[in-house]
């Protein structure tokens, strides 16, 4: 089984947490696309759902499938969404895509989020993977600054990327997360950062792994 293969086979394990009349939270990025085109076999089913970027609401209305803005919502039964890394306590780094900020306000919004995967993204310690932070623009080198200061790793601007929300990344490198909730939370104390890609205040709730020998569902 290659990687793709993997991510949808954990795309197809979710499917399992889609019940009938849900308002569904949607993800971005390739696992998360595997999981809508999935949904589109089942979308009488689902009542509406609310996407984490412009590119997923594009794929899911190209699907027929309902796509209401959060405001119209209220709160979400299940958000289902991918990650670059997630420890054993599903402590997630997200936002390889660049849609972090949505996609935190999604799973905030949502009770229940499962995050689907294939089986190379789990890992000991995060921080291989660079963290991605959403800056407004004008404060993008005072920000680069701060986070030398206060992380040790190095901001790296995510060039010629703009996100959904207008603003530009910095990805920070050589990190080796040992607190991650605590990091999330340095960072998104820093004037002009609008959030980071750390999900551990608010962790996955459940973890599909796809692996060669099918989805394995990992609990914090
Ligand atoms: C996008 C994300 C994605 O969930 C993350 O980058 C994983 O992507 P993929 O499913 O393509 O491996 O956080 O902002």
Redesign the pocket.
Known sequence: MNQDEM?RAAAEAAIEYVDTGMIVGI???????HFIDLLAGIKGKVDATVAS?EASAERLRGHGIRVLDLNEAGELSLYV????ESNKYLHLI???????TR?KIVAAASKKFVCI??ES?LVDILGDFPL?VEVIPMARSYVAREILKRTGGTPVLREGFTTDNGNVILDIRDLQIMEPVKLENELNSIVGVVTN?LFAARPADVLILGTPEGAKTILP
Not at 27 to 33: K, M, V
Not at 81 to 84: E, I, S
């Open positions: 991510k993800g971005t990025g390739s696992t998360a696309n970027s969404d991918g990650a670059d997200k936002g390889g895509g660049g849609a972090l996609e995967a294939d993204k991605p890609g």
